[in-house]
C-alpha cells in the first residue's frame, strides 16, 4: 500500500494504524521473498496489463467512432432518399384500379390508382418507394432510378430493373 493511499484511508477511518503498518509490512515481506526478478516481473506485468486496457479503450473508442460516423451518413443517405422521392412523386393517383404490392414487414395492402399509374407501374414507368416508418409514395421511373442507386431496399415495386 502506498503512502498516501494509507493516509488517506488513516483520514477516512477505513483504517486503524495498527492495520495500515501490518499492511506495509506484508508488502515489504512479500518484495522480500519475490527477490529483485520478482518485483520486476510483477512491474512488467502490472506494465502489460496497462497497456492491454489502454489498447483496448482506443479499440473501443474507435468502434464507437465508427458507429456514430454510420449513423451520420445513414441519416444523411435518408434525407437524400427523402428528398428525392418527395421531387418525384407523382401526383393525382387515386383512382378505380387496385395494385397489391408486398411492403417491408411482409403485408400485402393495395393502392387504388388510376388506370395510367397501374400501366405504368406493370411496365416500369412507375415505382412504389417505402420508407423504413412505412410511408408509401408514387414515384416516376427517373425517381425509382436514383433511389435504386442510392438504397434498393427502398423501392417496393419497379419493374424498371
Not at 71 to 82: A, G, I
Amino acid at each position: 500500500m502506498s503512502d498516501s493511499l494509507r493516509d488517506q484511508l488513516l483520514k477516512a477511518g477505513l483504517v486503524s494504524e495498527k492495520q495500515a503498518r501490518q499492511a506495509a509490512h506484508a508488502q515489504r515481506v512479500d518484495r522480500k521473498q519475490q527477490g529483485r526478478q520478482g518485483v520486476e516481473a510483477e512491474r512488467e506485468q502490472r506494465k502489460h496489463k496497462v497497456e492491454a486496457e489502454q489498447q483496448a479503450k482506443r479499440e473501443s473508442d474507435r468502434a464507437r467512432e465508427s458507429a456514430r460516423r454510420e449513423r451520420v451518413l445513414d441519416r444523411e443517405t435518408e434525407n437524400r432518399l427523402r428528398q428525392t422521392i418527395a421531387s418525384g412523386r407523382l401526383e393525382k393517383t387515386r383512382g378505380p384500379r387496385r395494385f397489391y404490392f408486398v411492403t417491408r414487414d411482409d403485408r400485402l395492402p393495395c393502392l387504388e390508382v388510376t388506370d395510367d399509374v397501374a400501366q405504368r407501374l406493370e411496365r416500369g414507368g412507375a415505382a412504389i418507394t417505402e420508407s423504413p416508418e412505412g410511408e408509401w409514395s408514387i414515384v416516376d421511373g427517373d425517381t425509382a432510378r436514383r433511389v435504386a442507386e442510392i438504397d434498393p431496399a427502398w423501392l417496393r415495386v419497379w419493374n424498371g430493373r
